[in-house]
Every structure is written in C-alpha cells, then in structure tokens.
C-alpha cells in the first residue's frame, strides 16, 4: 500500500517581510521537509484578520477584527487575498498541489462579533450574521477550486457546541456546495467527544474529508469519537493529526516512533484505507519556530515508519 500522503494544517512562522517572498519560502520549506500537499502558510495574516481585507462589514481596530455591518465581499472573489495568493502560487508552481484554509462561518462570526458589532446584527447569537459569512465564503472557496486547490474549511469553535449546531454545520455544506467534494474538508481542532460534533460533521453531504486532532494532551482522547463504521457509513476520510503543536523544547516533539504509533492506533480505529492524510494536529504560527522544522520532519519520519 502506497505511503500516506503528508500535509500540514494551514499557519506557518513569517518567512519575510515581503508577502510573495514569504510565500516562496513556505512552499519551499513545506516540500523540503516532505509535505505532500503543501499550504500558503498563511503568510499575509492570521486566520481572521485577512478577511478584513475583503470583506465589506469587518474591519481590524486595534488589531483585533471587529464588526462594523452587514458581510459581503467587496469586489468579487478574485479580489480576495486567498485567492490572489493562490494565483501567484499558480503562475510559478502550476501544478503544485495545494490545499488553502477557510475560516469557517461561526469561527469567523464568533471572534468578530465577541470583540464589537456596531451595526447590522443585533447580536453574536444574530444567526444571521453567521448566514451572511457562509454566503460570502461560498464564491471564494469556489474559486480556489477552480484554480485547483483544495479547501479545508476551519471551524475550531465548533467543538464548544452550540444549541443550532446542526444549522451550523449546514452552512458548511452551503459553503462547499457545487464543489467536488472530494477539493472540500472541514478541520476541527481541540476535543471533539462532546456535544455530538462528529454526529454533525459526518452528515455534511458535500465534504469528503473531516480532520481532528489526535496528538495532543486532550487530543489524544478524540480516538474514542471516531470509528470505520461512521467514517465508511457517511463516506467520509479522515484528516489524521497525528504529531502535537504544542511542544517547548526539541525533547518534547513526538518522535517519529510516537508519530508512527499514533498513526497505527487511528488505523486502527478508522481503518488505514479511510486515513486522507497525516498532518500535525493544528496550525504552527503559535509554535515555537525553532521546533517547526523538527515537527515536519518527525511527522514525515513517522509515516515513512508506518508504512
């Protein structure tokens, strides 16, 4: 059987100051390092605040993303960061293959809307709010596909639980729907064995692929809230996190013999067959920098072990 394919989550360190300079130098260090599906690294900004670029209604004050109206795009999604990044990758790297992170609609409503909403939403239980973001996403996912990148929608505030969590994750299938699904996965990072989140996510019809956390120190405990009968009864793969984020020294990085055993304890569980791919449990921009390397390295490592 061919070896898993590798990927990483989405957020690396800034390479540079000069945007497409950084961008070139985290493709080049996610391929040197051995990721199969490499990521932009998320160089212009973090997962929320890039969004203020594009979308009328939100804006960063004081650094932190904030509500001023009513969501929509501004200029059409070809004006939208991720994907103008996307077409510089394109234009040196055609056929690169890359999978671009989305933050999901309650993710993104949730942070904005808890910092200020000065007008439009009566509040951040306004489920309109979230409504509007998931109509703003749609065309935006729609055309990073059709530049032939695959999109991981991000929704860690989904494993808090909410009482609409089923409309919640409704608006993920609205976000990936006329997509091949097979381009779409949504990534919920943290502890996910409460609320009925995975009952949720594995009814999504348009997303092939759901990818958790397993490594960490309550992540490890999401293995009791997966199984091969879910997973193949929904038609679903598993994004396989696999190597924690979280280490602060190089002797706390799992070793590539953790990462191989991690991953036959989920094969287990899952059934190797439905595994997508491996990836290190979440994004990397809070990690300590000099330990990055050693992640990716460990996790390619461990999955050359497993086989």
Same mark, same amino acid.
């Given at each position: ?25 985290? %493709?080049?260090? &996610? ?8 990521? $932009?690294?998320?160089?212009?900004? $973090? ?8 979308? /009328? =209604? ?19 999604? /070809? ?37 200020? #909403? ?5 509040? #951040? ?9 998931? #109509? ?11 530049? =032939?990148?695959?999109? &991981? ?10 009482? $609409? ?5 409704? %608006? ?32 999504? /019809? ?16 999401? #293995? ?32 590539? &013999?953790?990462?191989?055993?991690? %991953? ?42 497993? =086989?």
């Amino acid at each position: 059987m061919a070896r898993l394919t590798t990927t990483t989550i989405g957020s690396l360190f800034r390479f540079s100051e000069d945007l497409h300079e950084s961008i070139d130098r985290a %493709l080049e260090f &996610q391929l040197s390092h051995g990721v199969d599906i490499v990521s $932009d690294g998320e160089q212009r900004a $973090d997962m929320v605040s890039y969004f203020a670029e594009s979308f /009328e =209604g939100l804006a960063v004050e004081g650094g932190m993303p904030v509500l001023l109206g009513k969501i929509s795009t501004k200029n059409g999604p /070809e004006s939208f960061s991720k994907v103008k990044d996307l077409e510089y990758i394109r234009s040196k790297h055609p056929d690169l293959k890359i999978k671009l992170a989305l933050t999901g609609p309650t993710t993104l409503g949730m942070t904005c809307g808890s910092r200020k #909403i000065k007008s439009h939403y009566k509040s #951040i239980v306004d489920f309109d709010l979230y409504e509007d973001i998931a #109509i703003a996403l749609a065309p935006i996912a729609k055309a990073l596909v059709d530049r =032939g990148a695959y999109v &991981q929608i991000d929704e860690p505030f989904l494993s808090q639980g909410y009482k $609409d969590l089923a409309a919640r994750v409704d %608006l993920l299938d609205y976000v990936a729907n006329g997509l091949p699904r097979d381009k779409v996965s949504v990534h919920v990072c943290g502890f996910i064995g409460g609320f009925g989140v995975v009952d949720h996510l594995l009814k999504l /019809e348009n997303v092939s692929t759901l990818s958790f956390a397993f490594a960490g120190r309550t992540e490890h405990k999401n #293995i009791e809230h997966v199984s091969r009968k879910a997973f193949e009864a929904a038609d679903k793969k598993l994004g396989a996190g696999c190597i924690a984020v979280t280490p602060m020294t190089e002797e706390e990085v799992d070793s590539p &013999q953790a990462v191989a055993a991690k %991953l036959k304890e989920i094969a287990s569980k899952v059934g190797r067959e439905n595994i997508a791919y491996a990836h290190p449990d979440c994004g990397m921009r809070a990690t300590n920098k000099s330990l990055v390397p050693i992640i990716l390295q460990n996790m390619r490592a461990g999955v050359d072990l497993f =086989g």
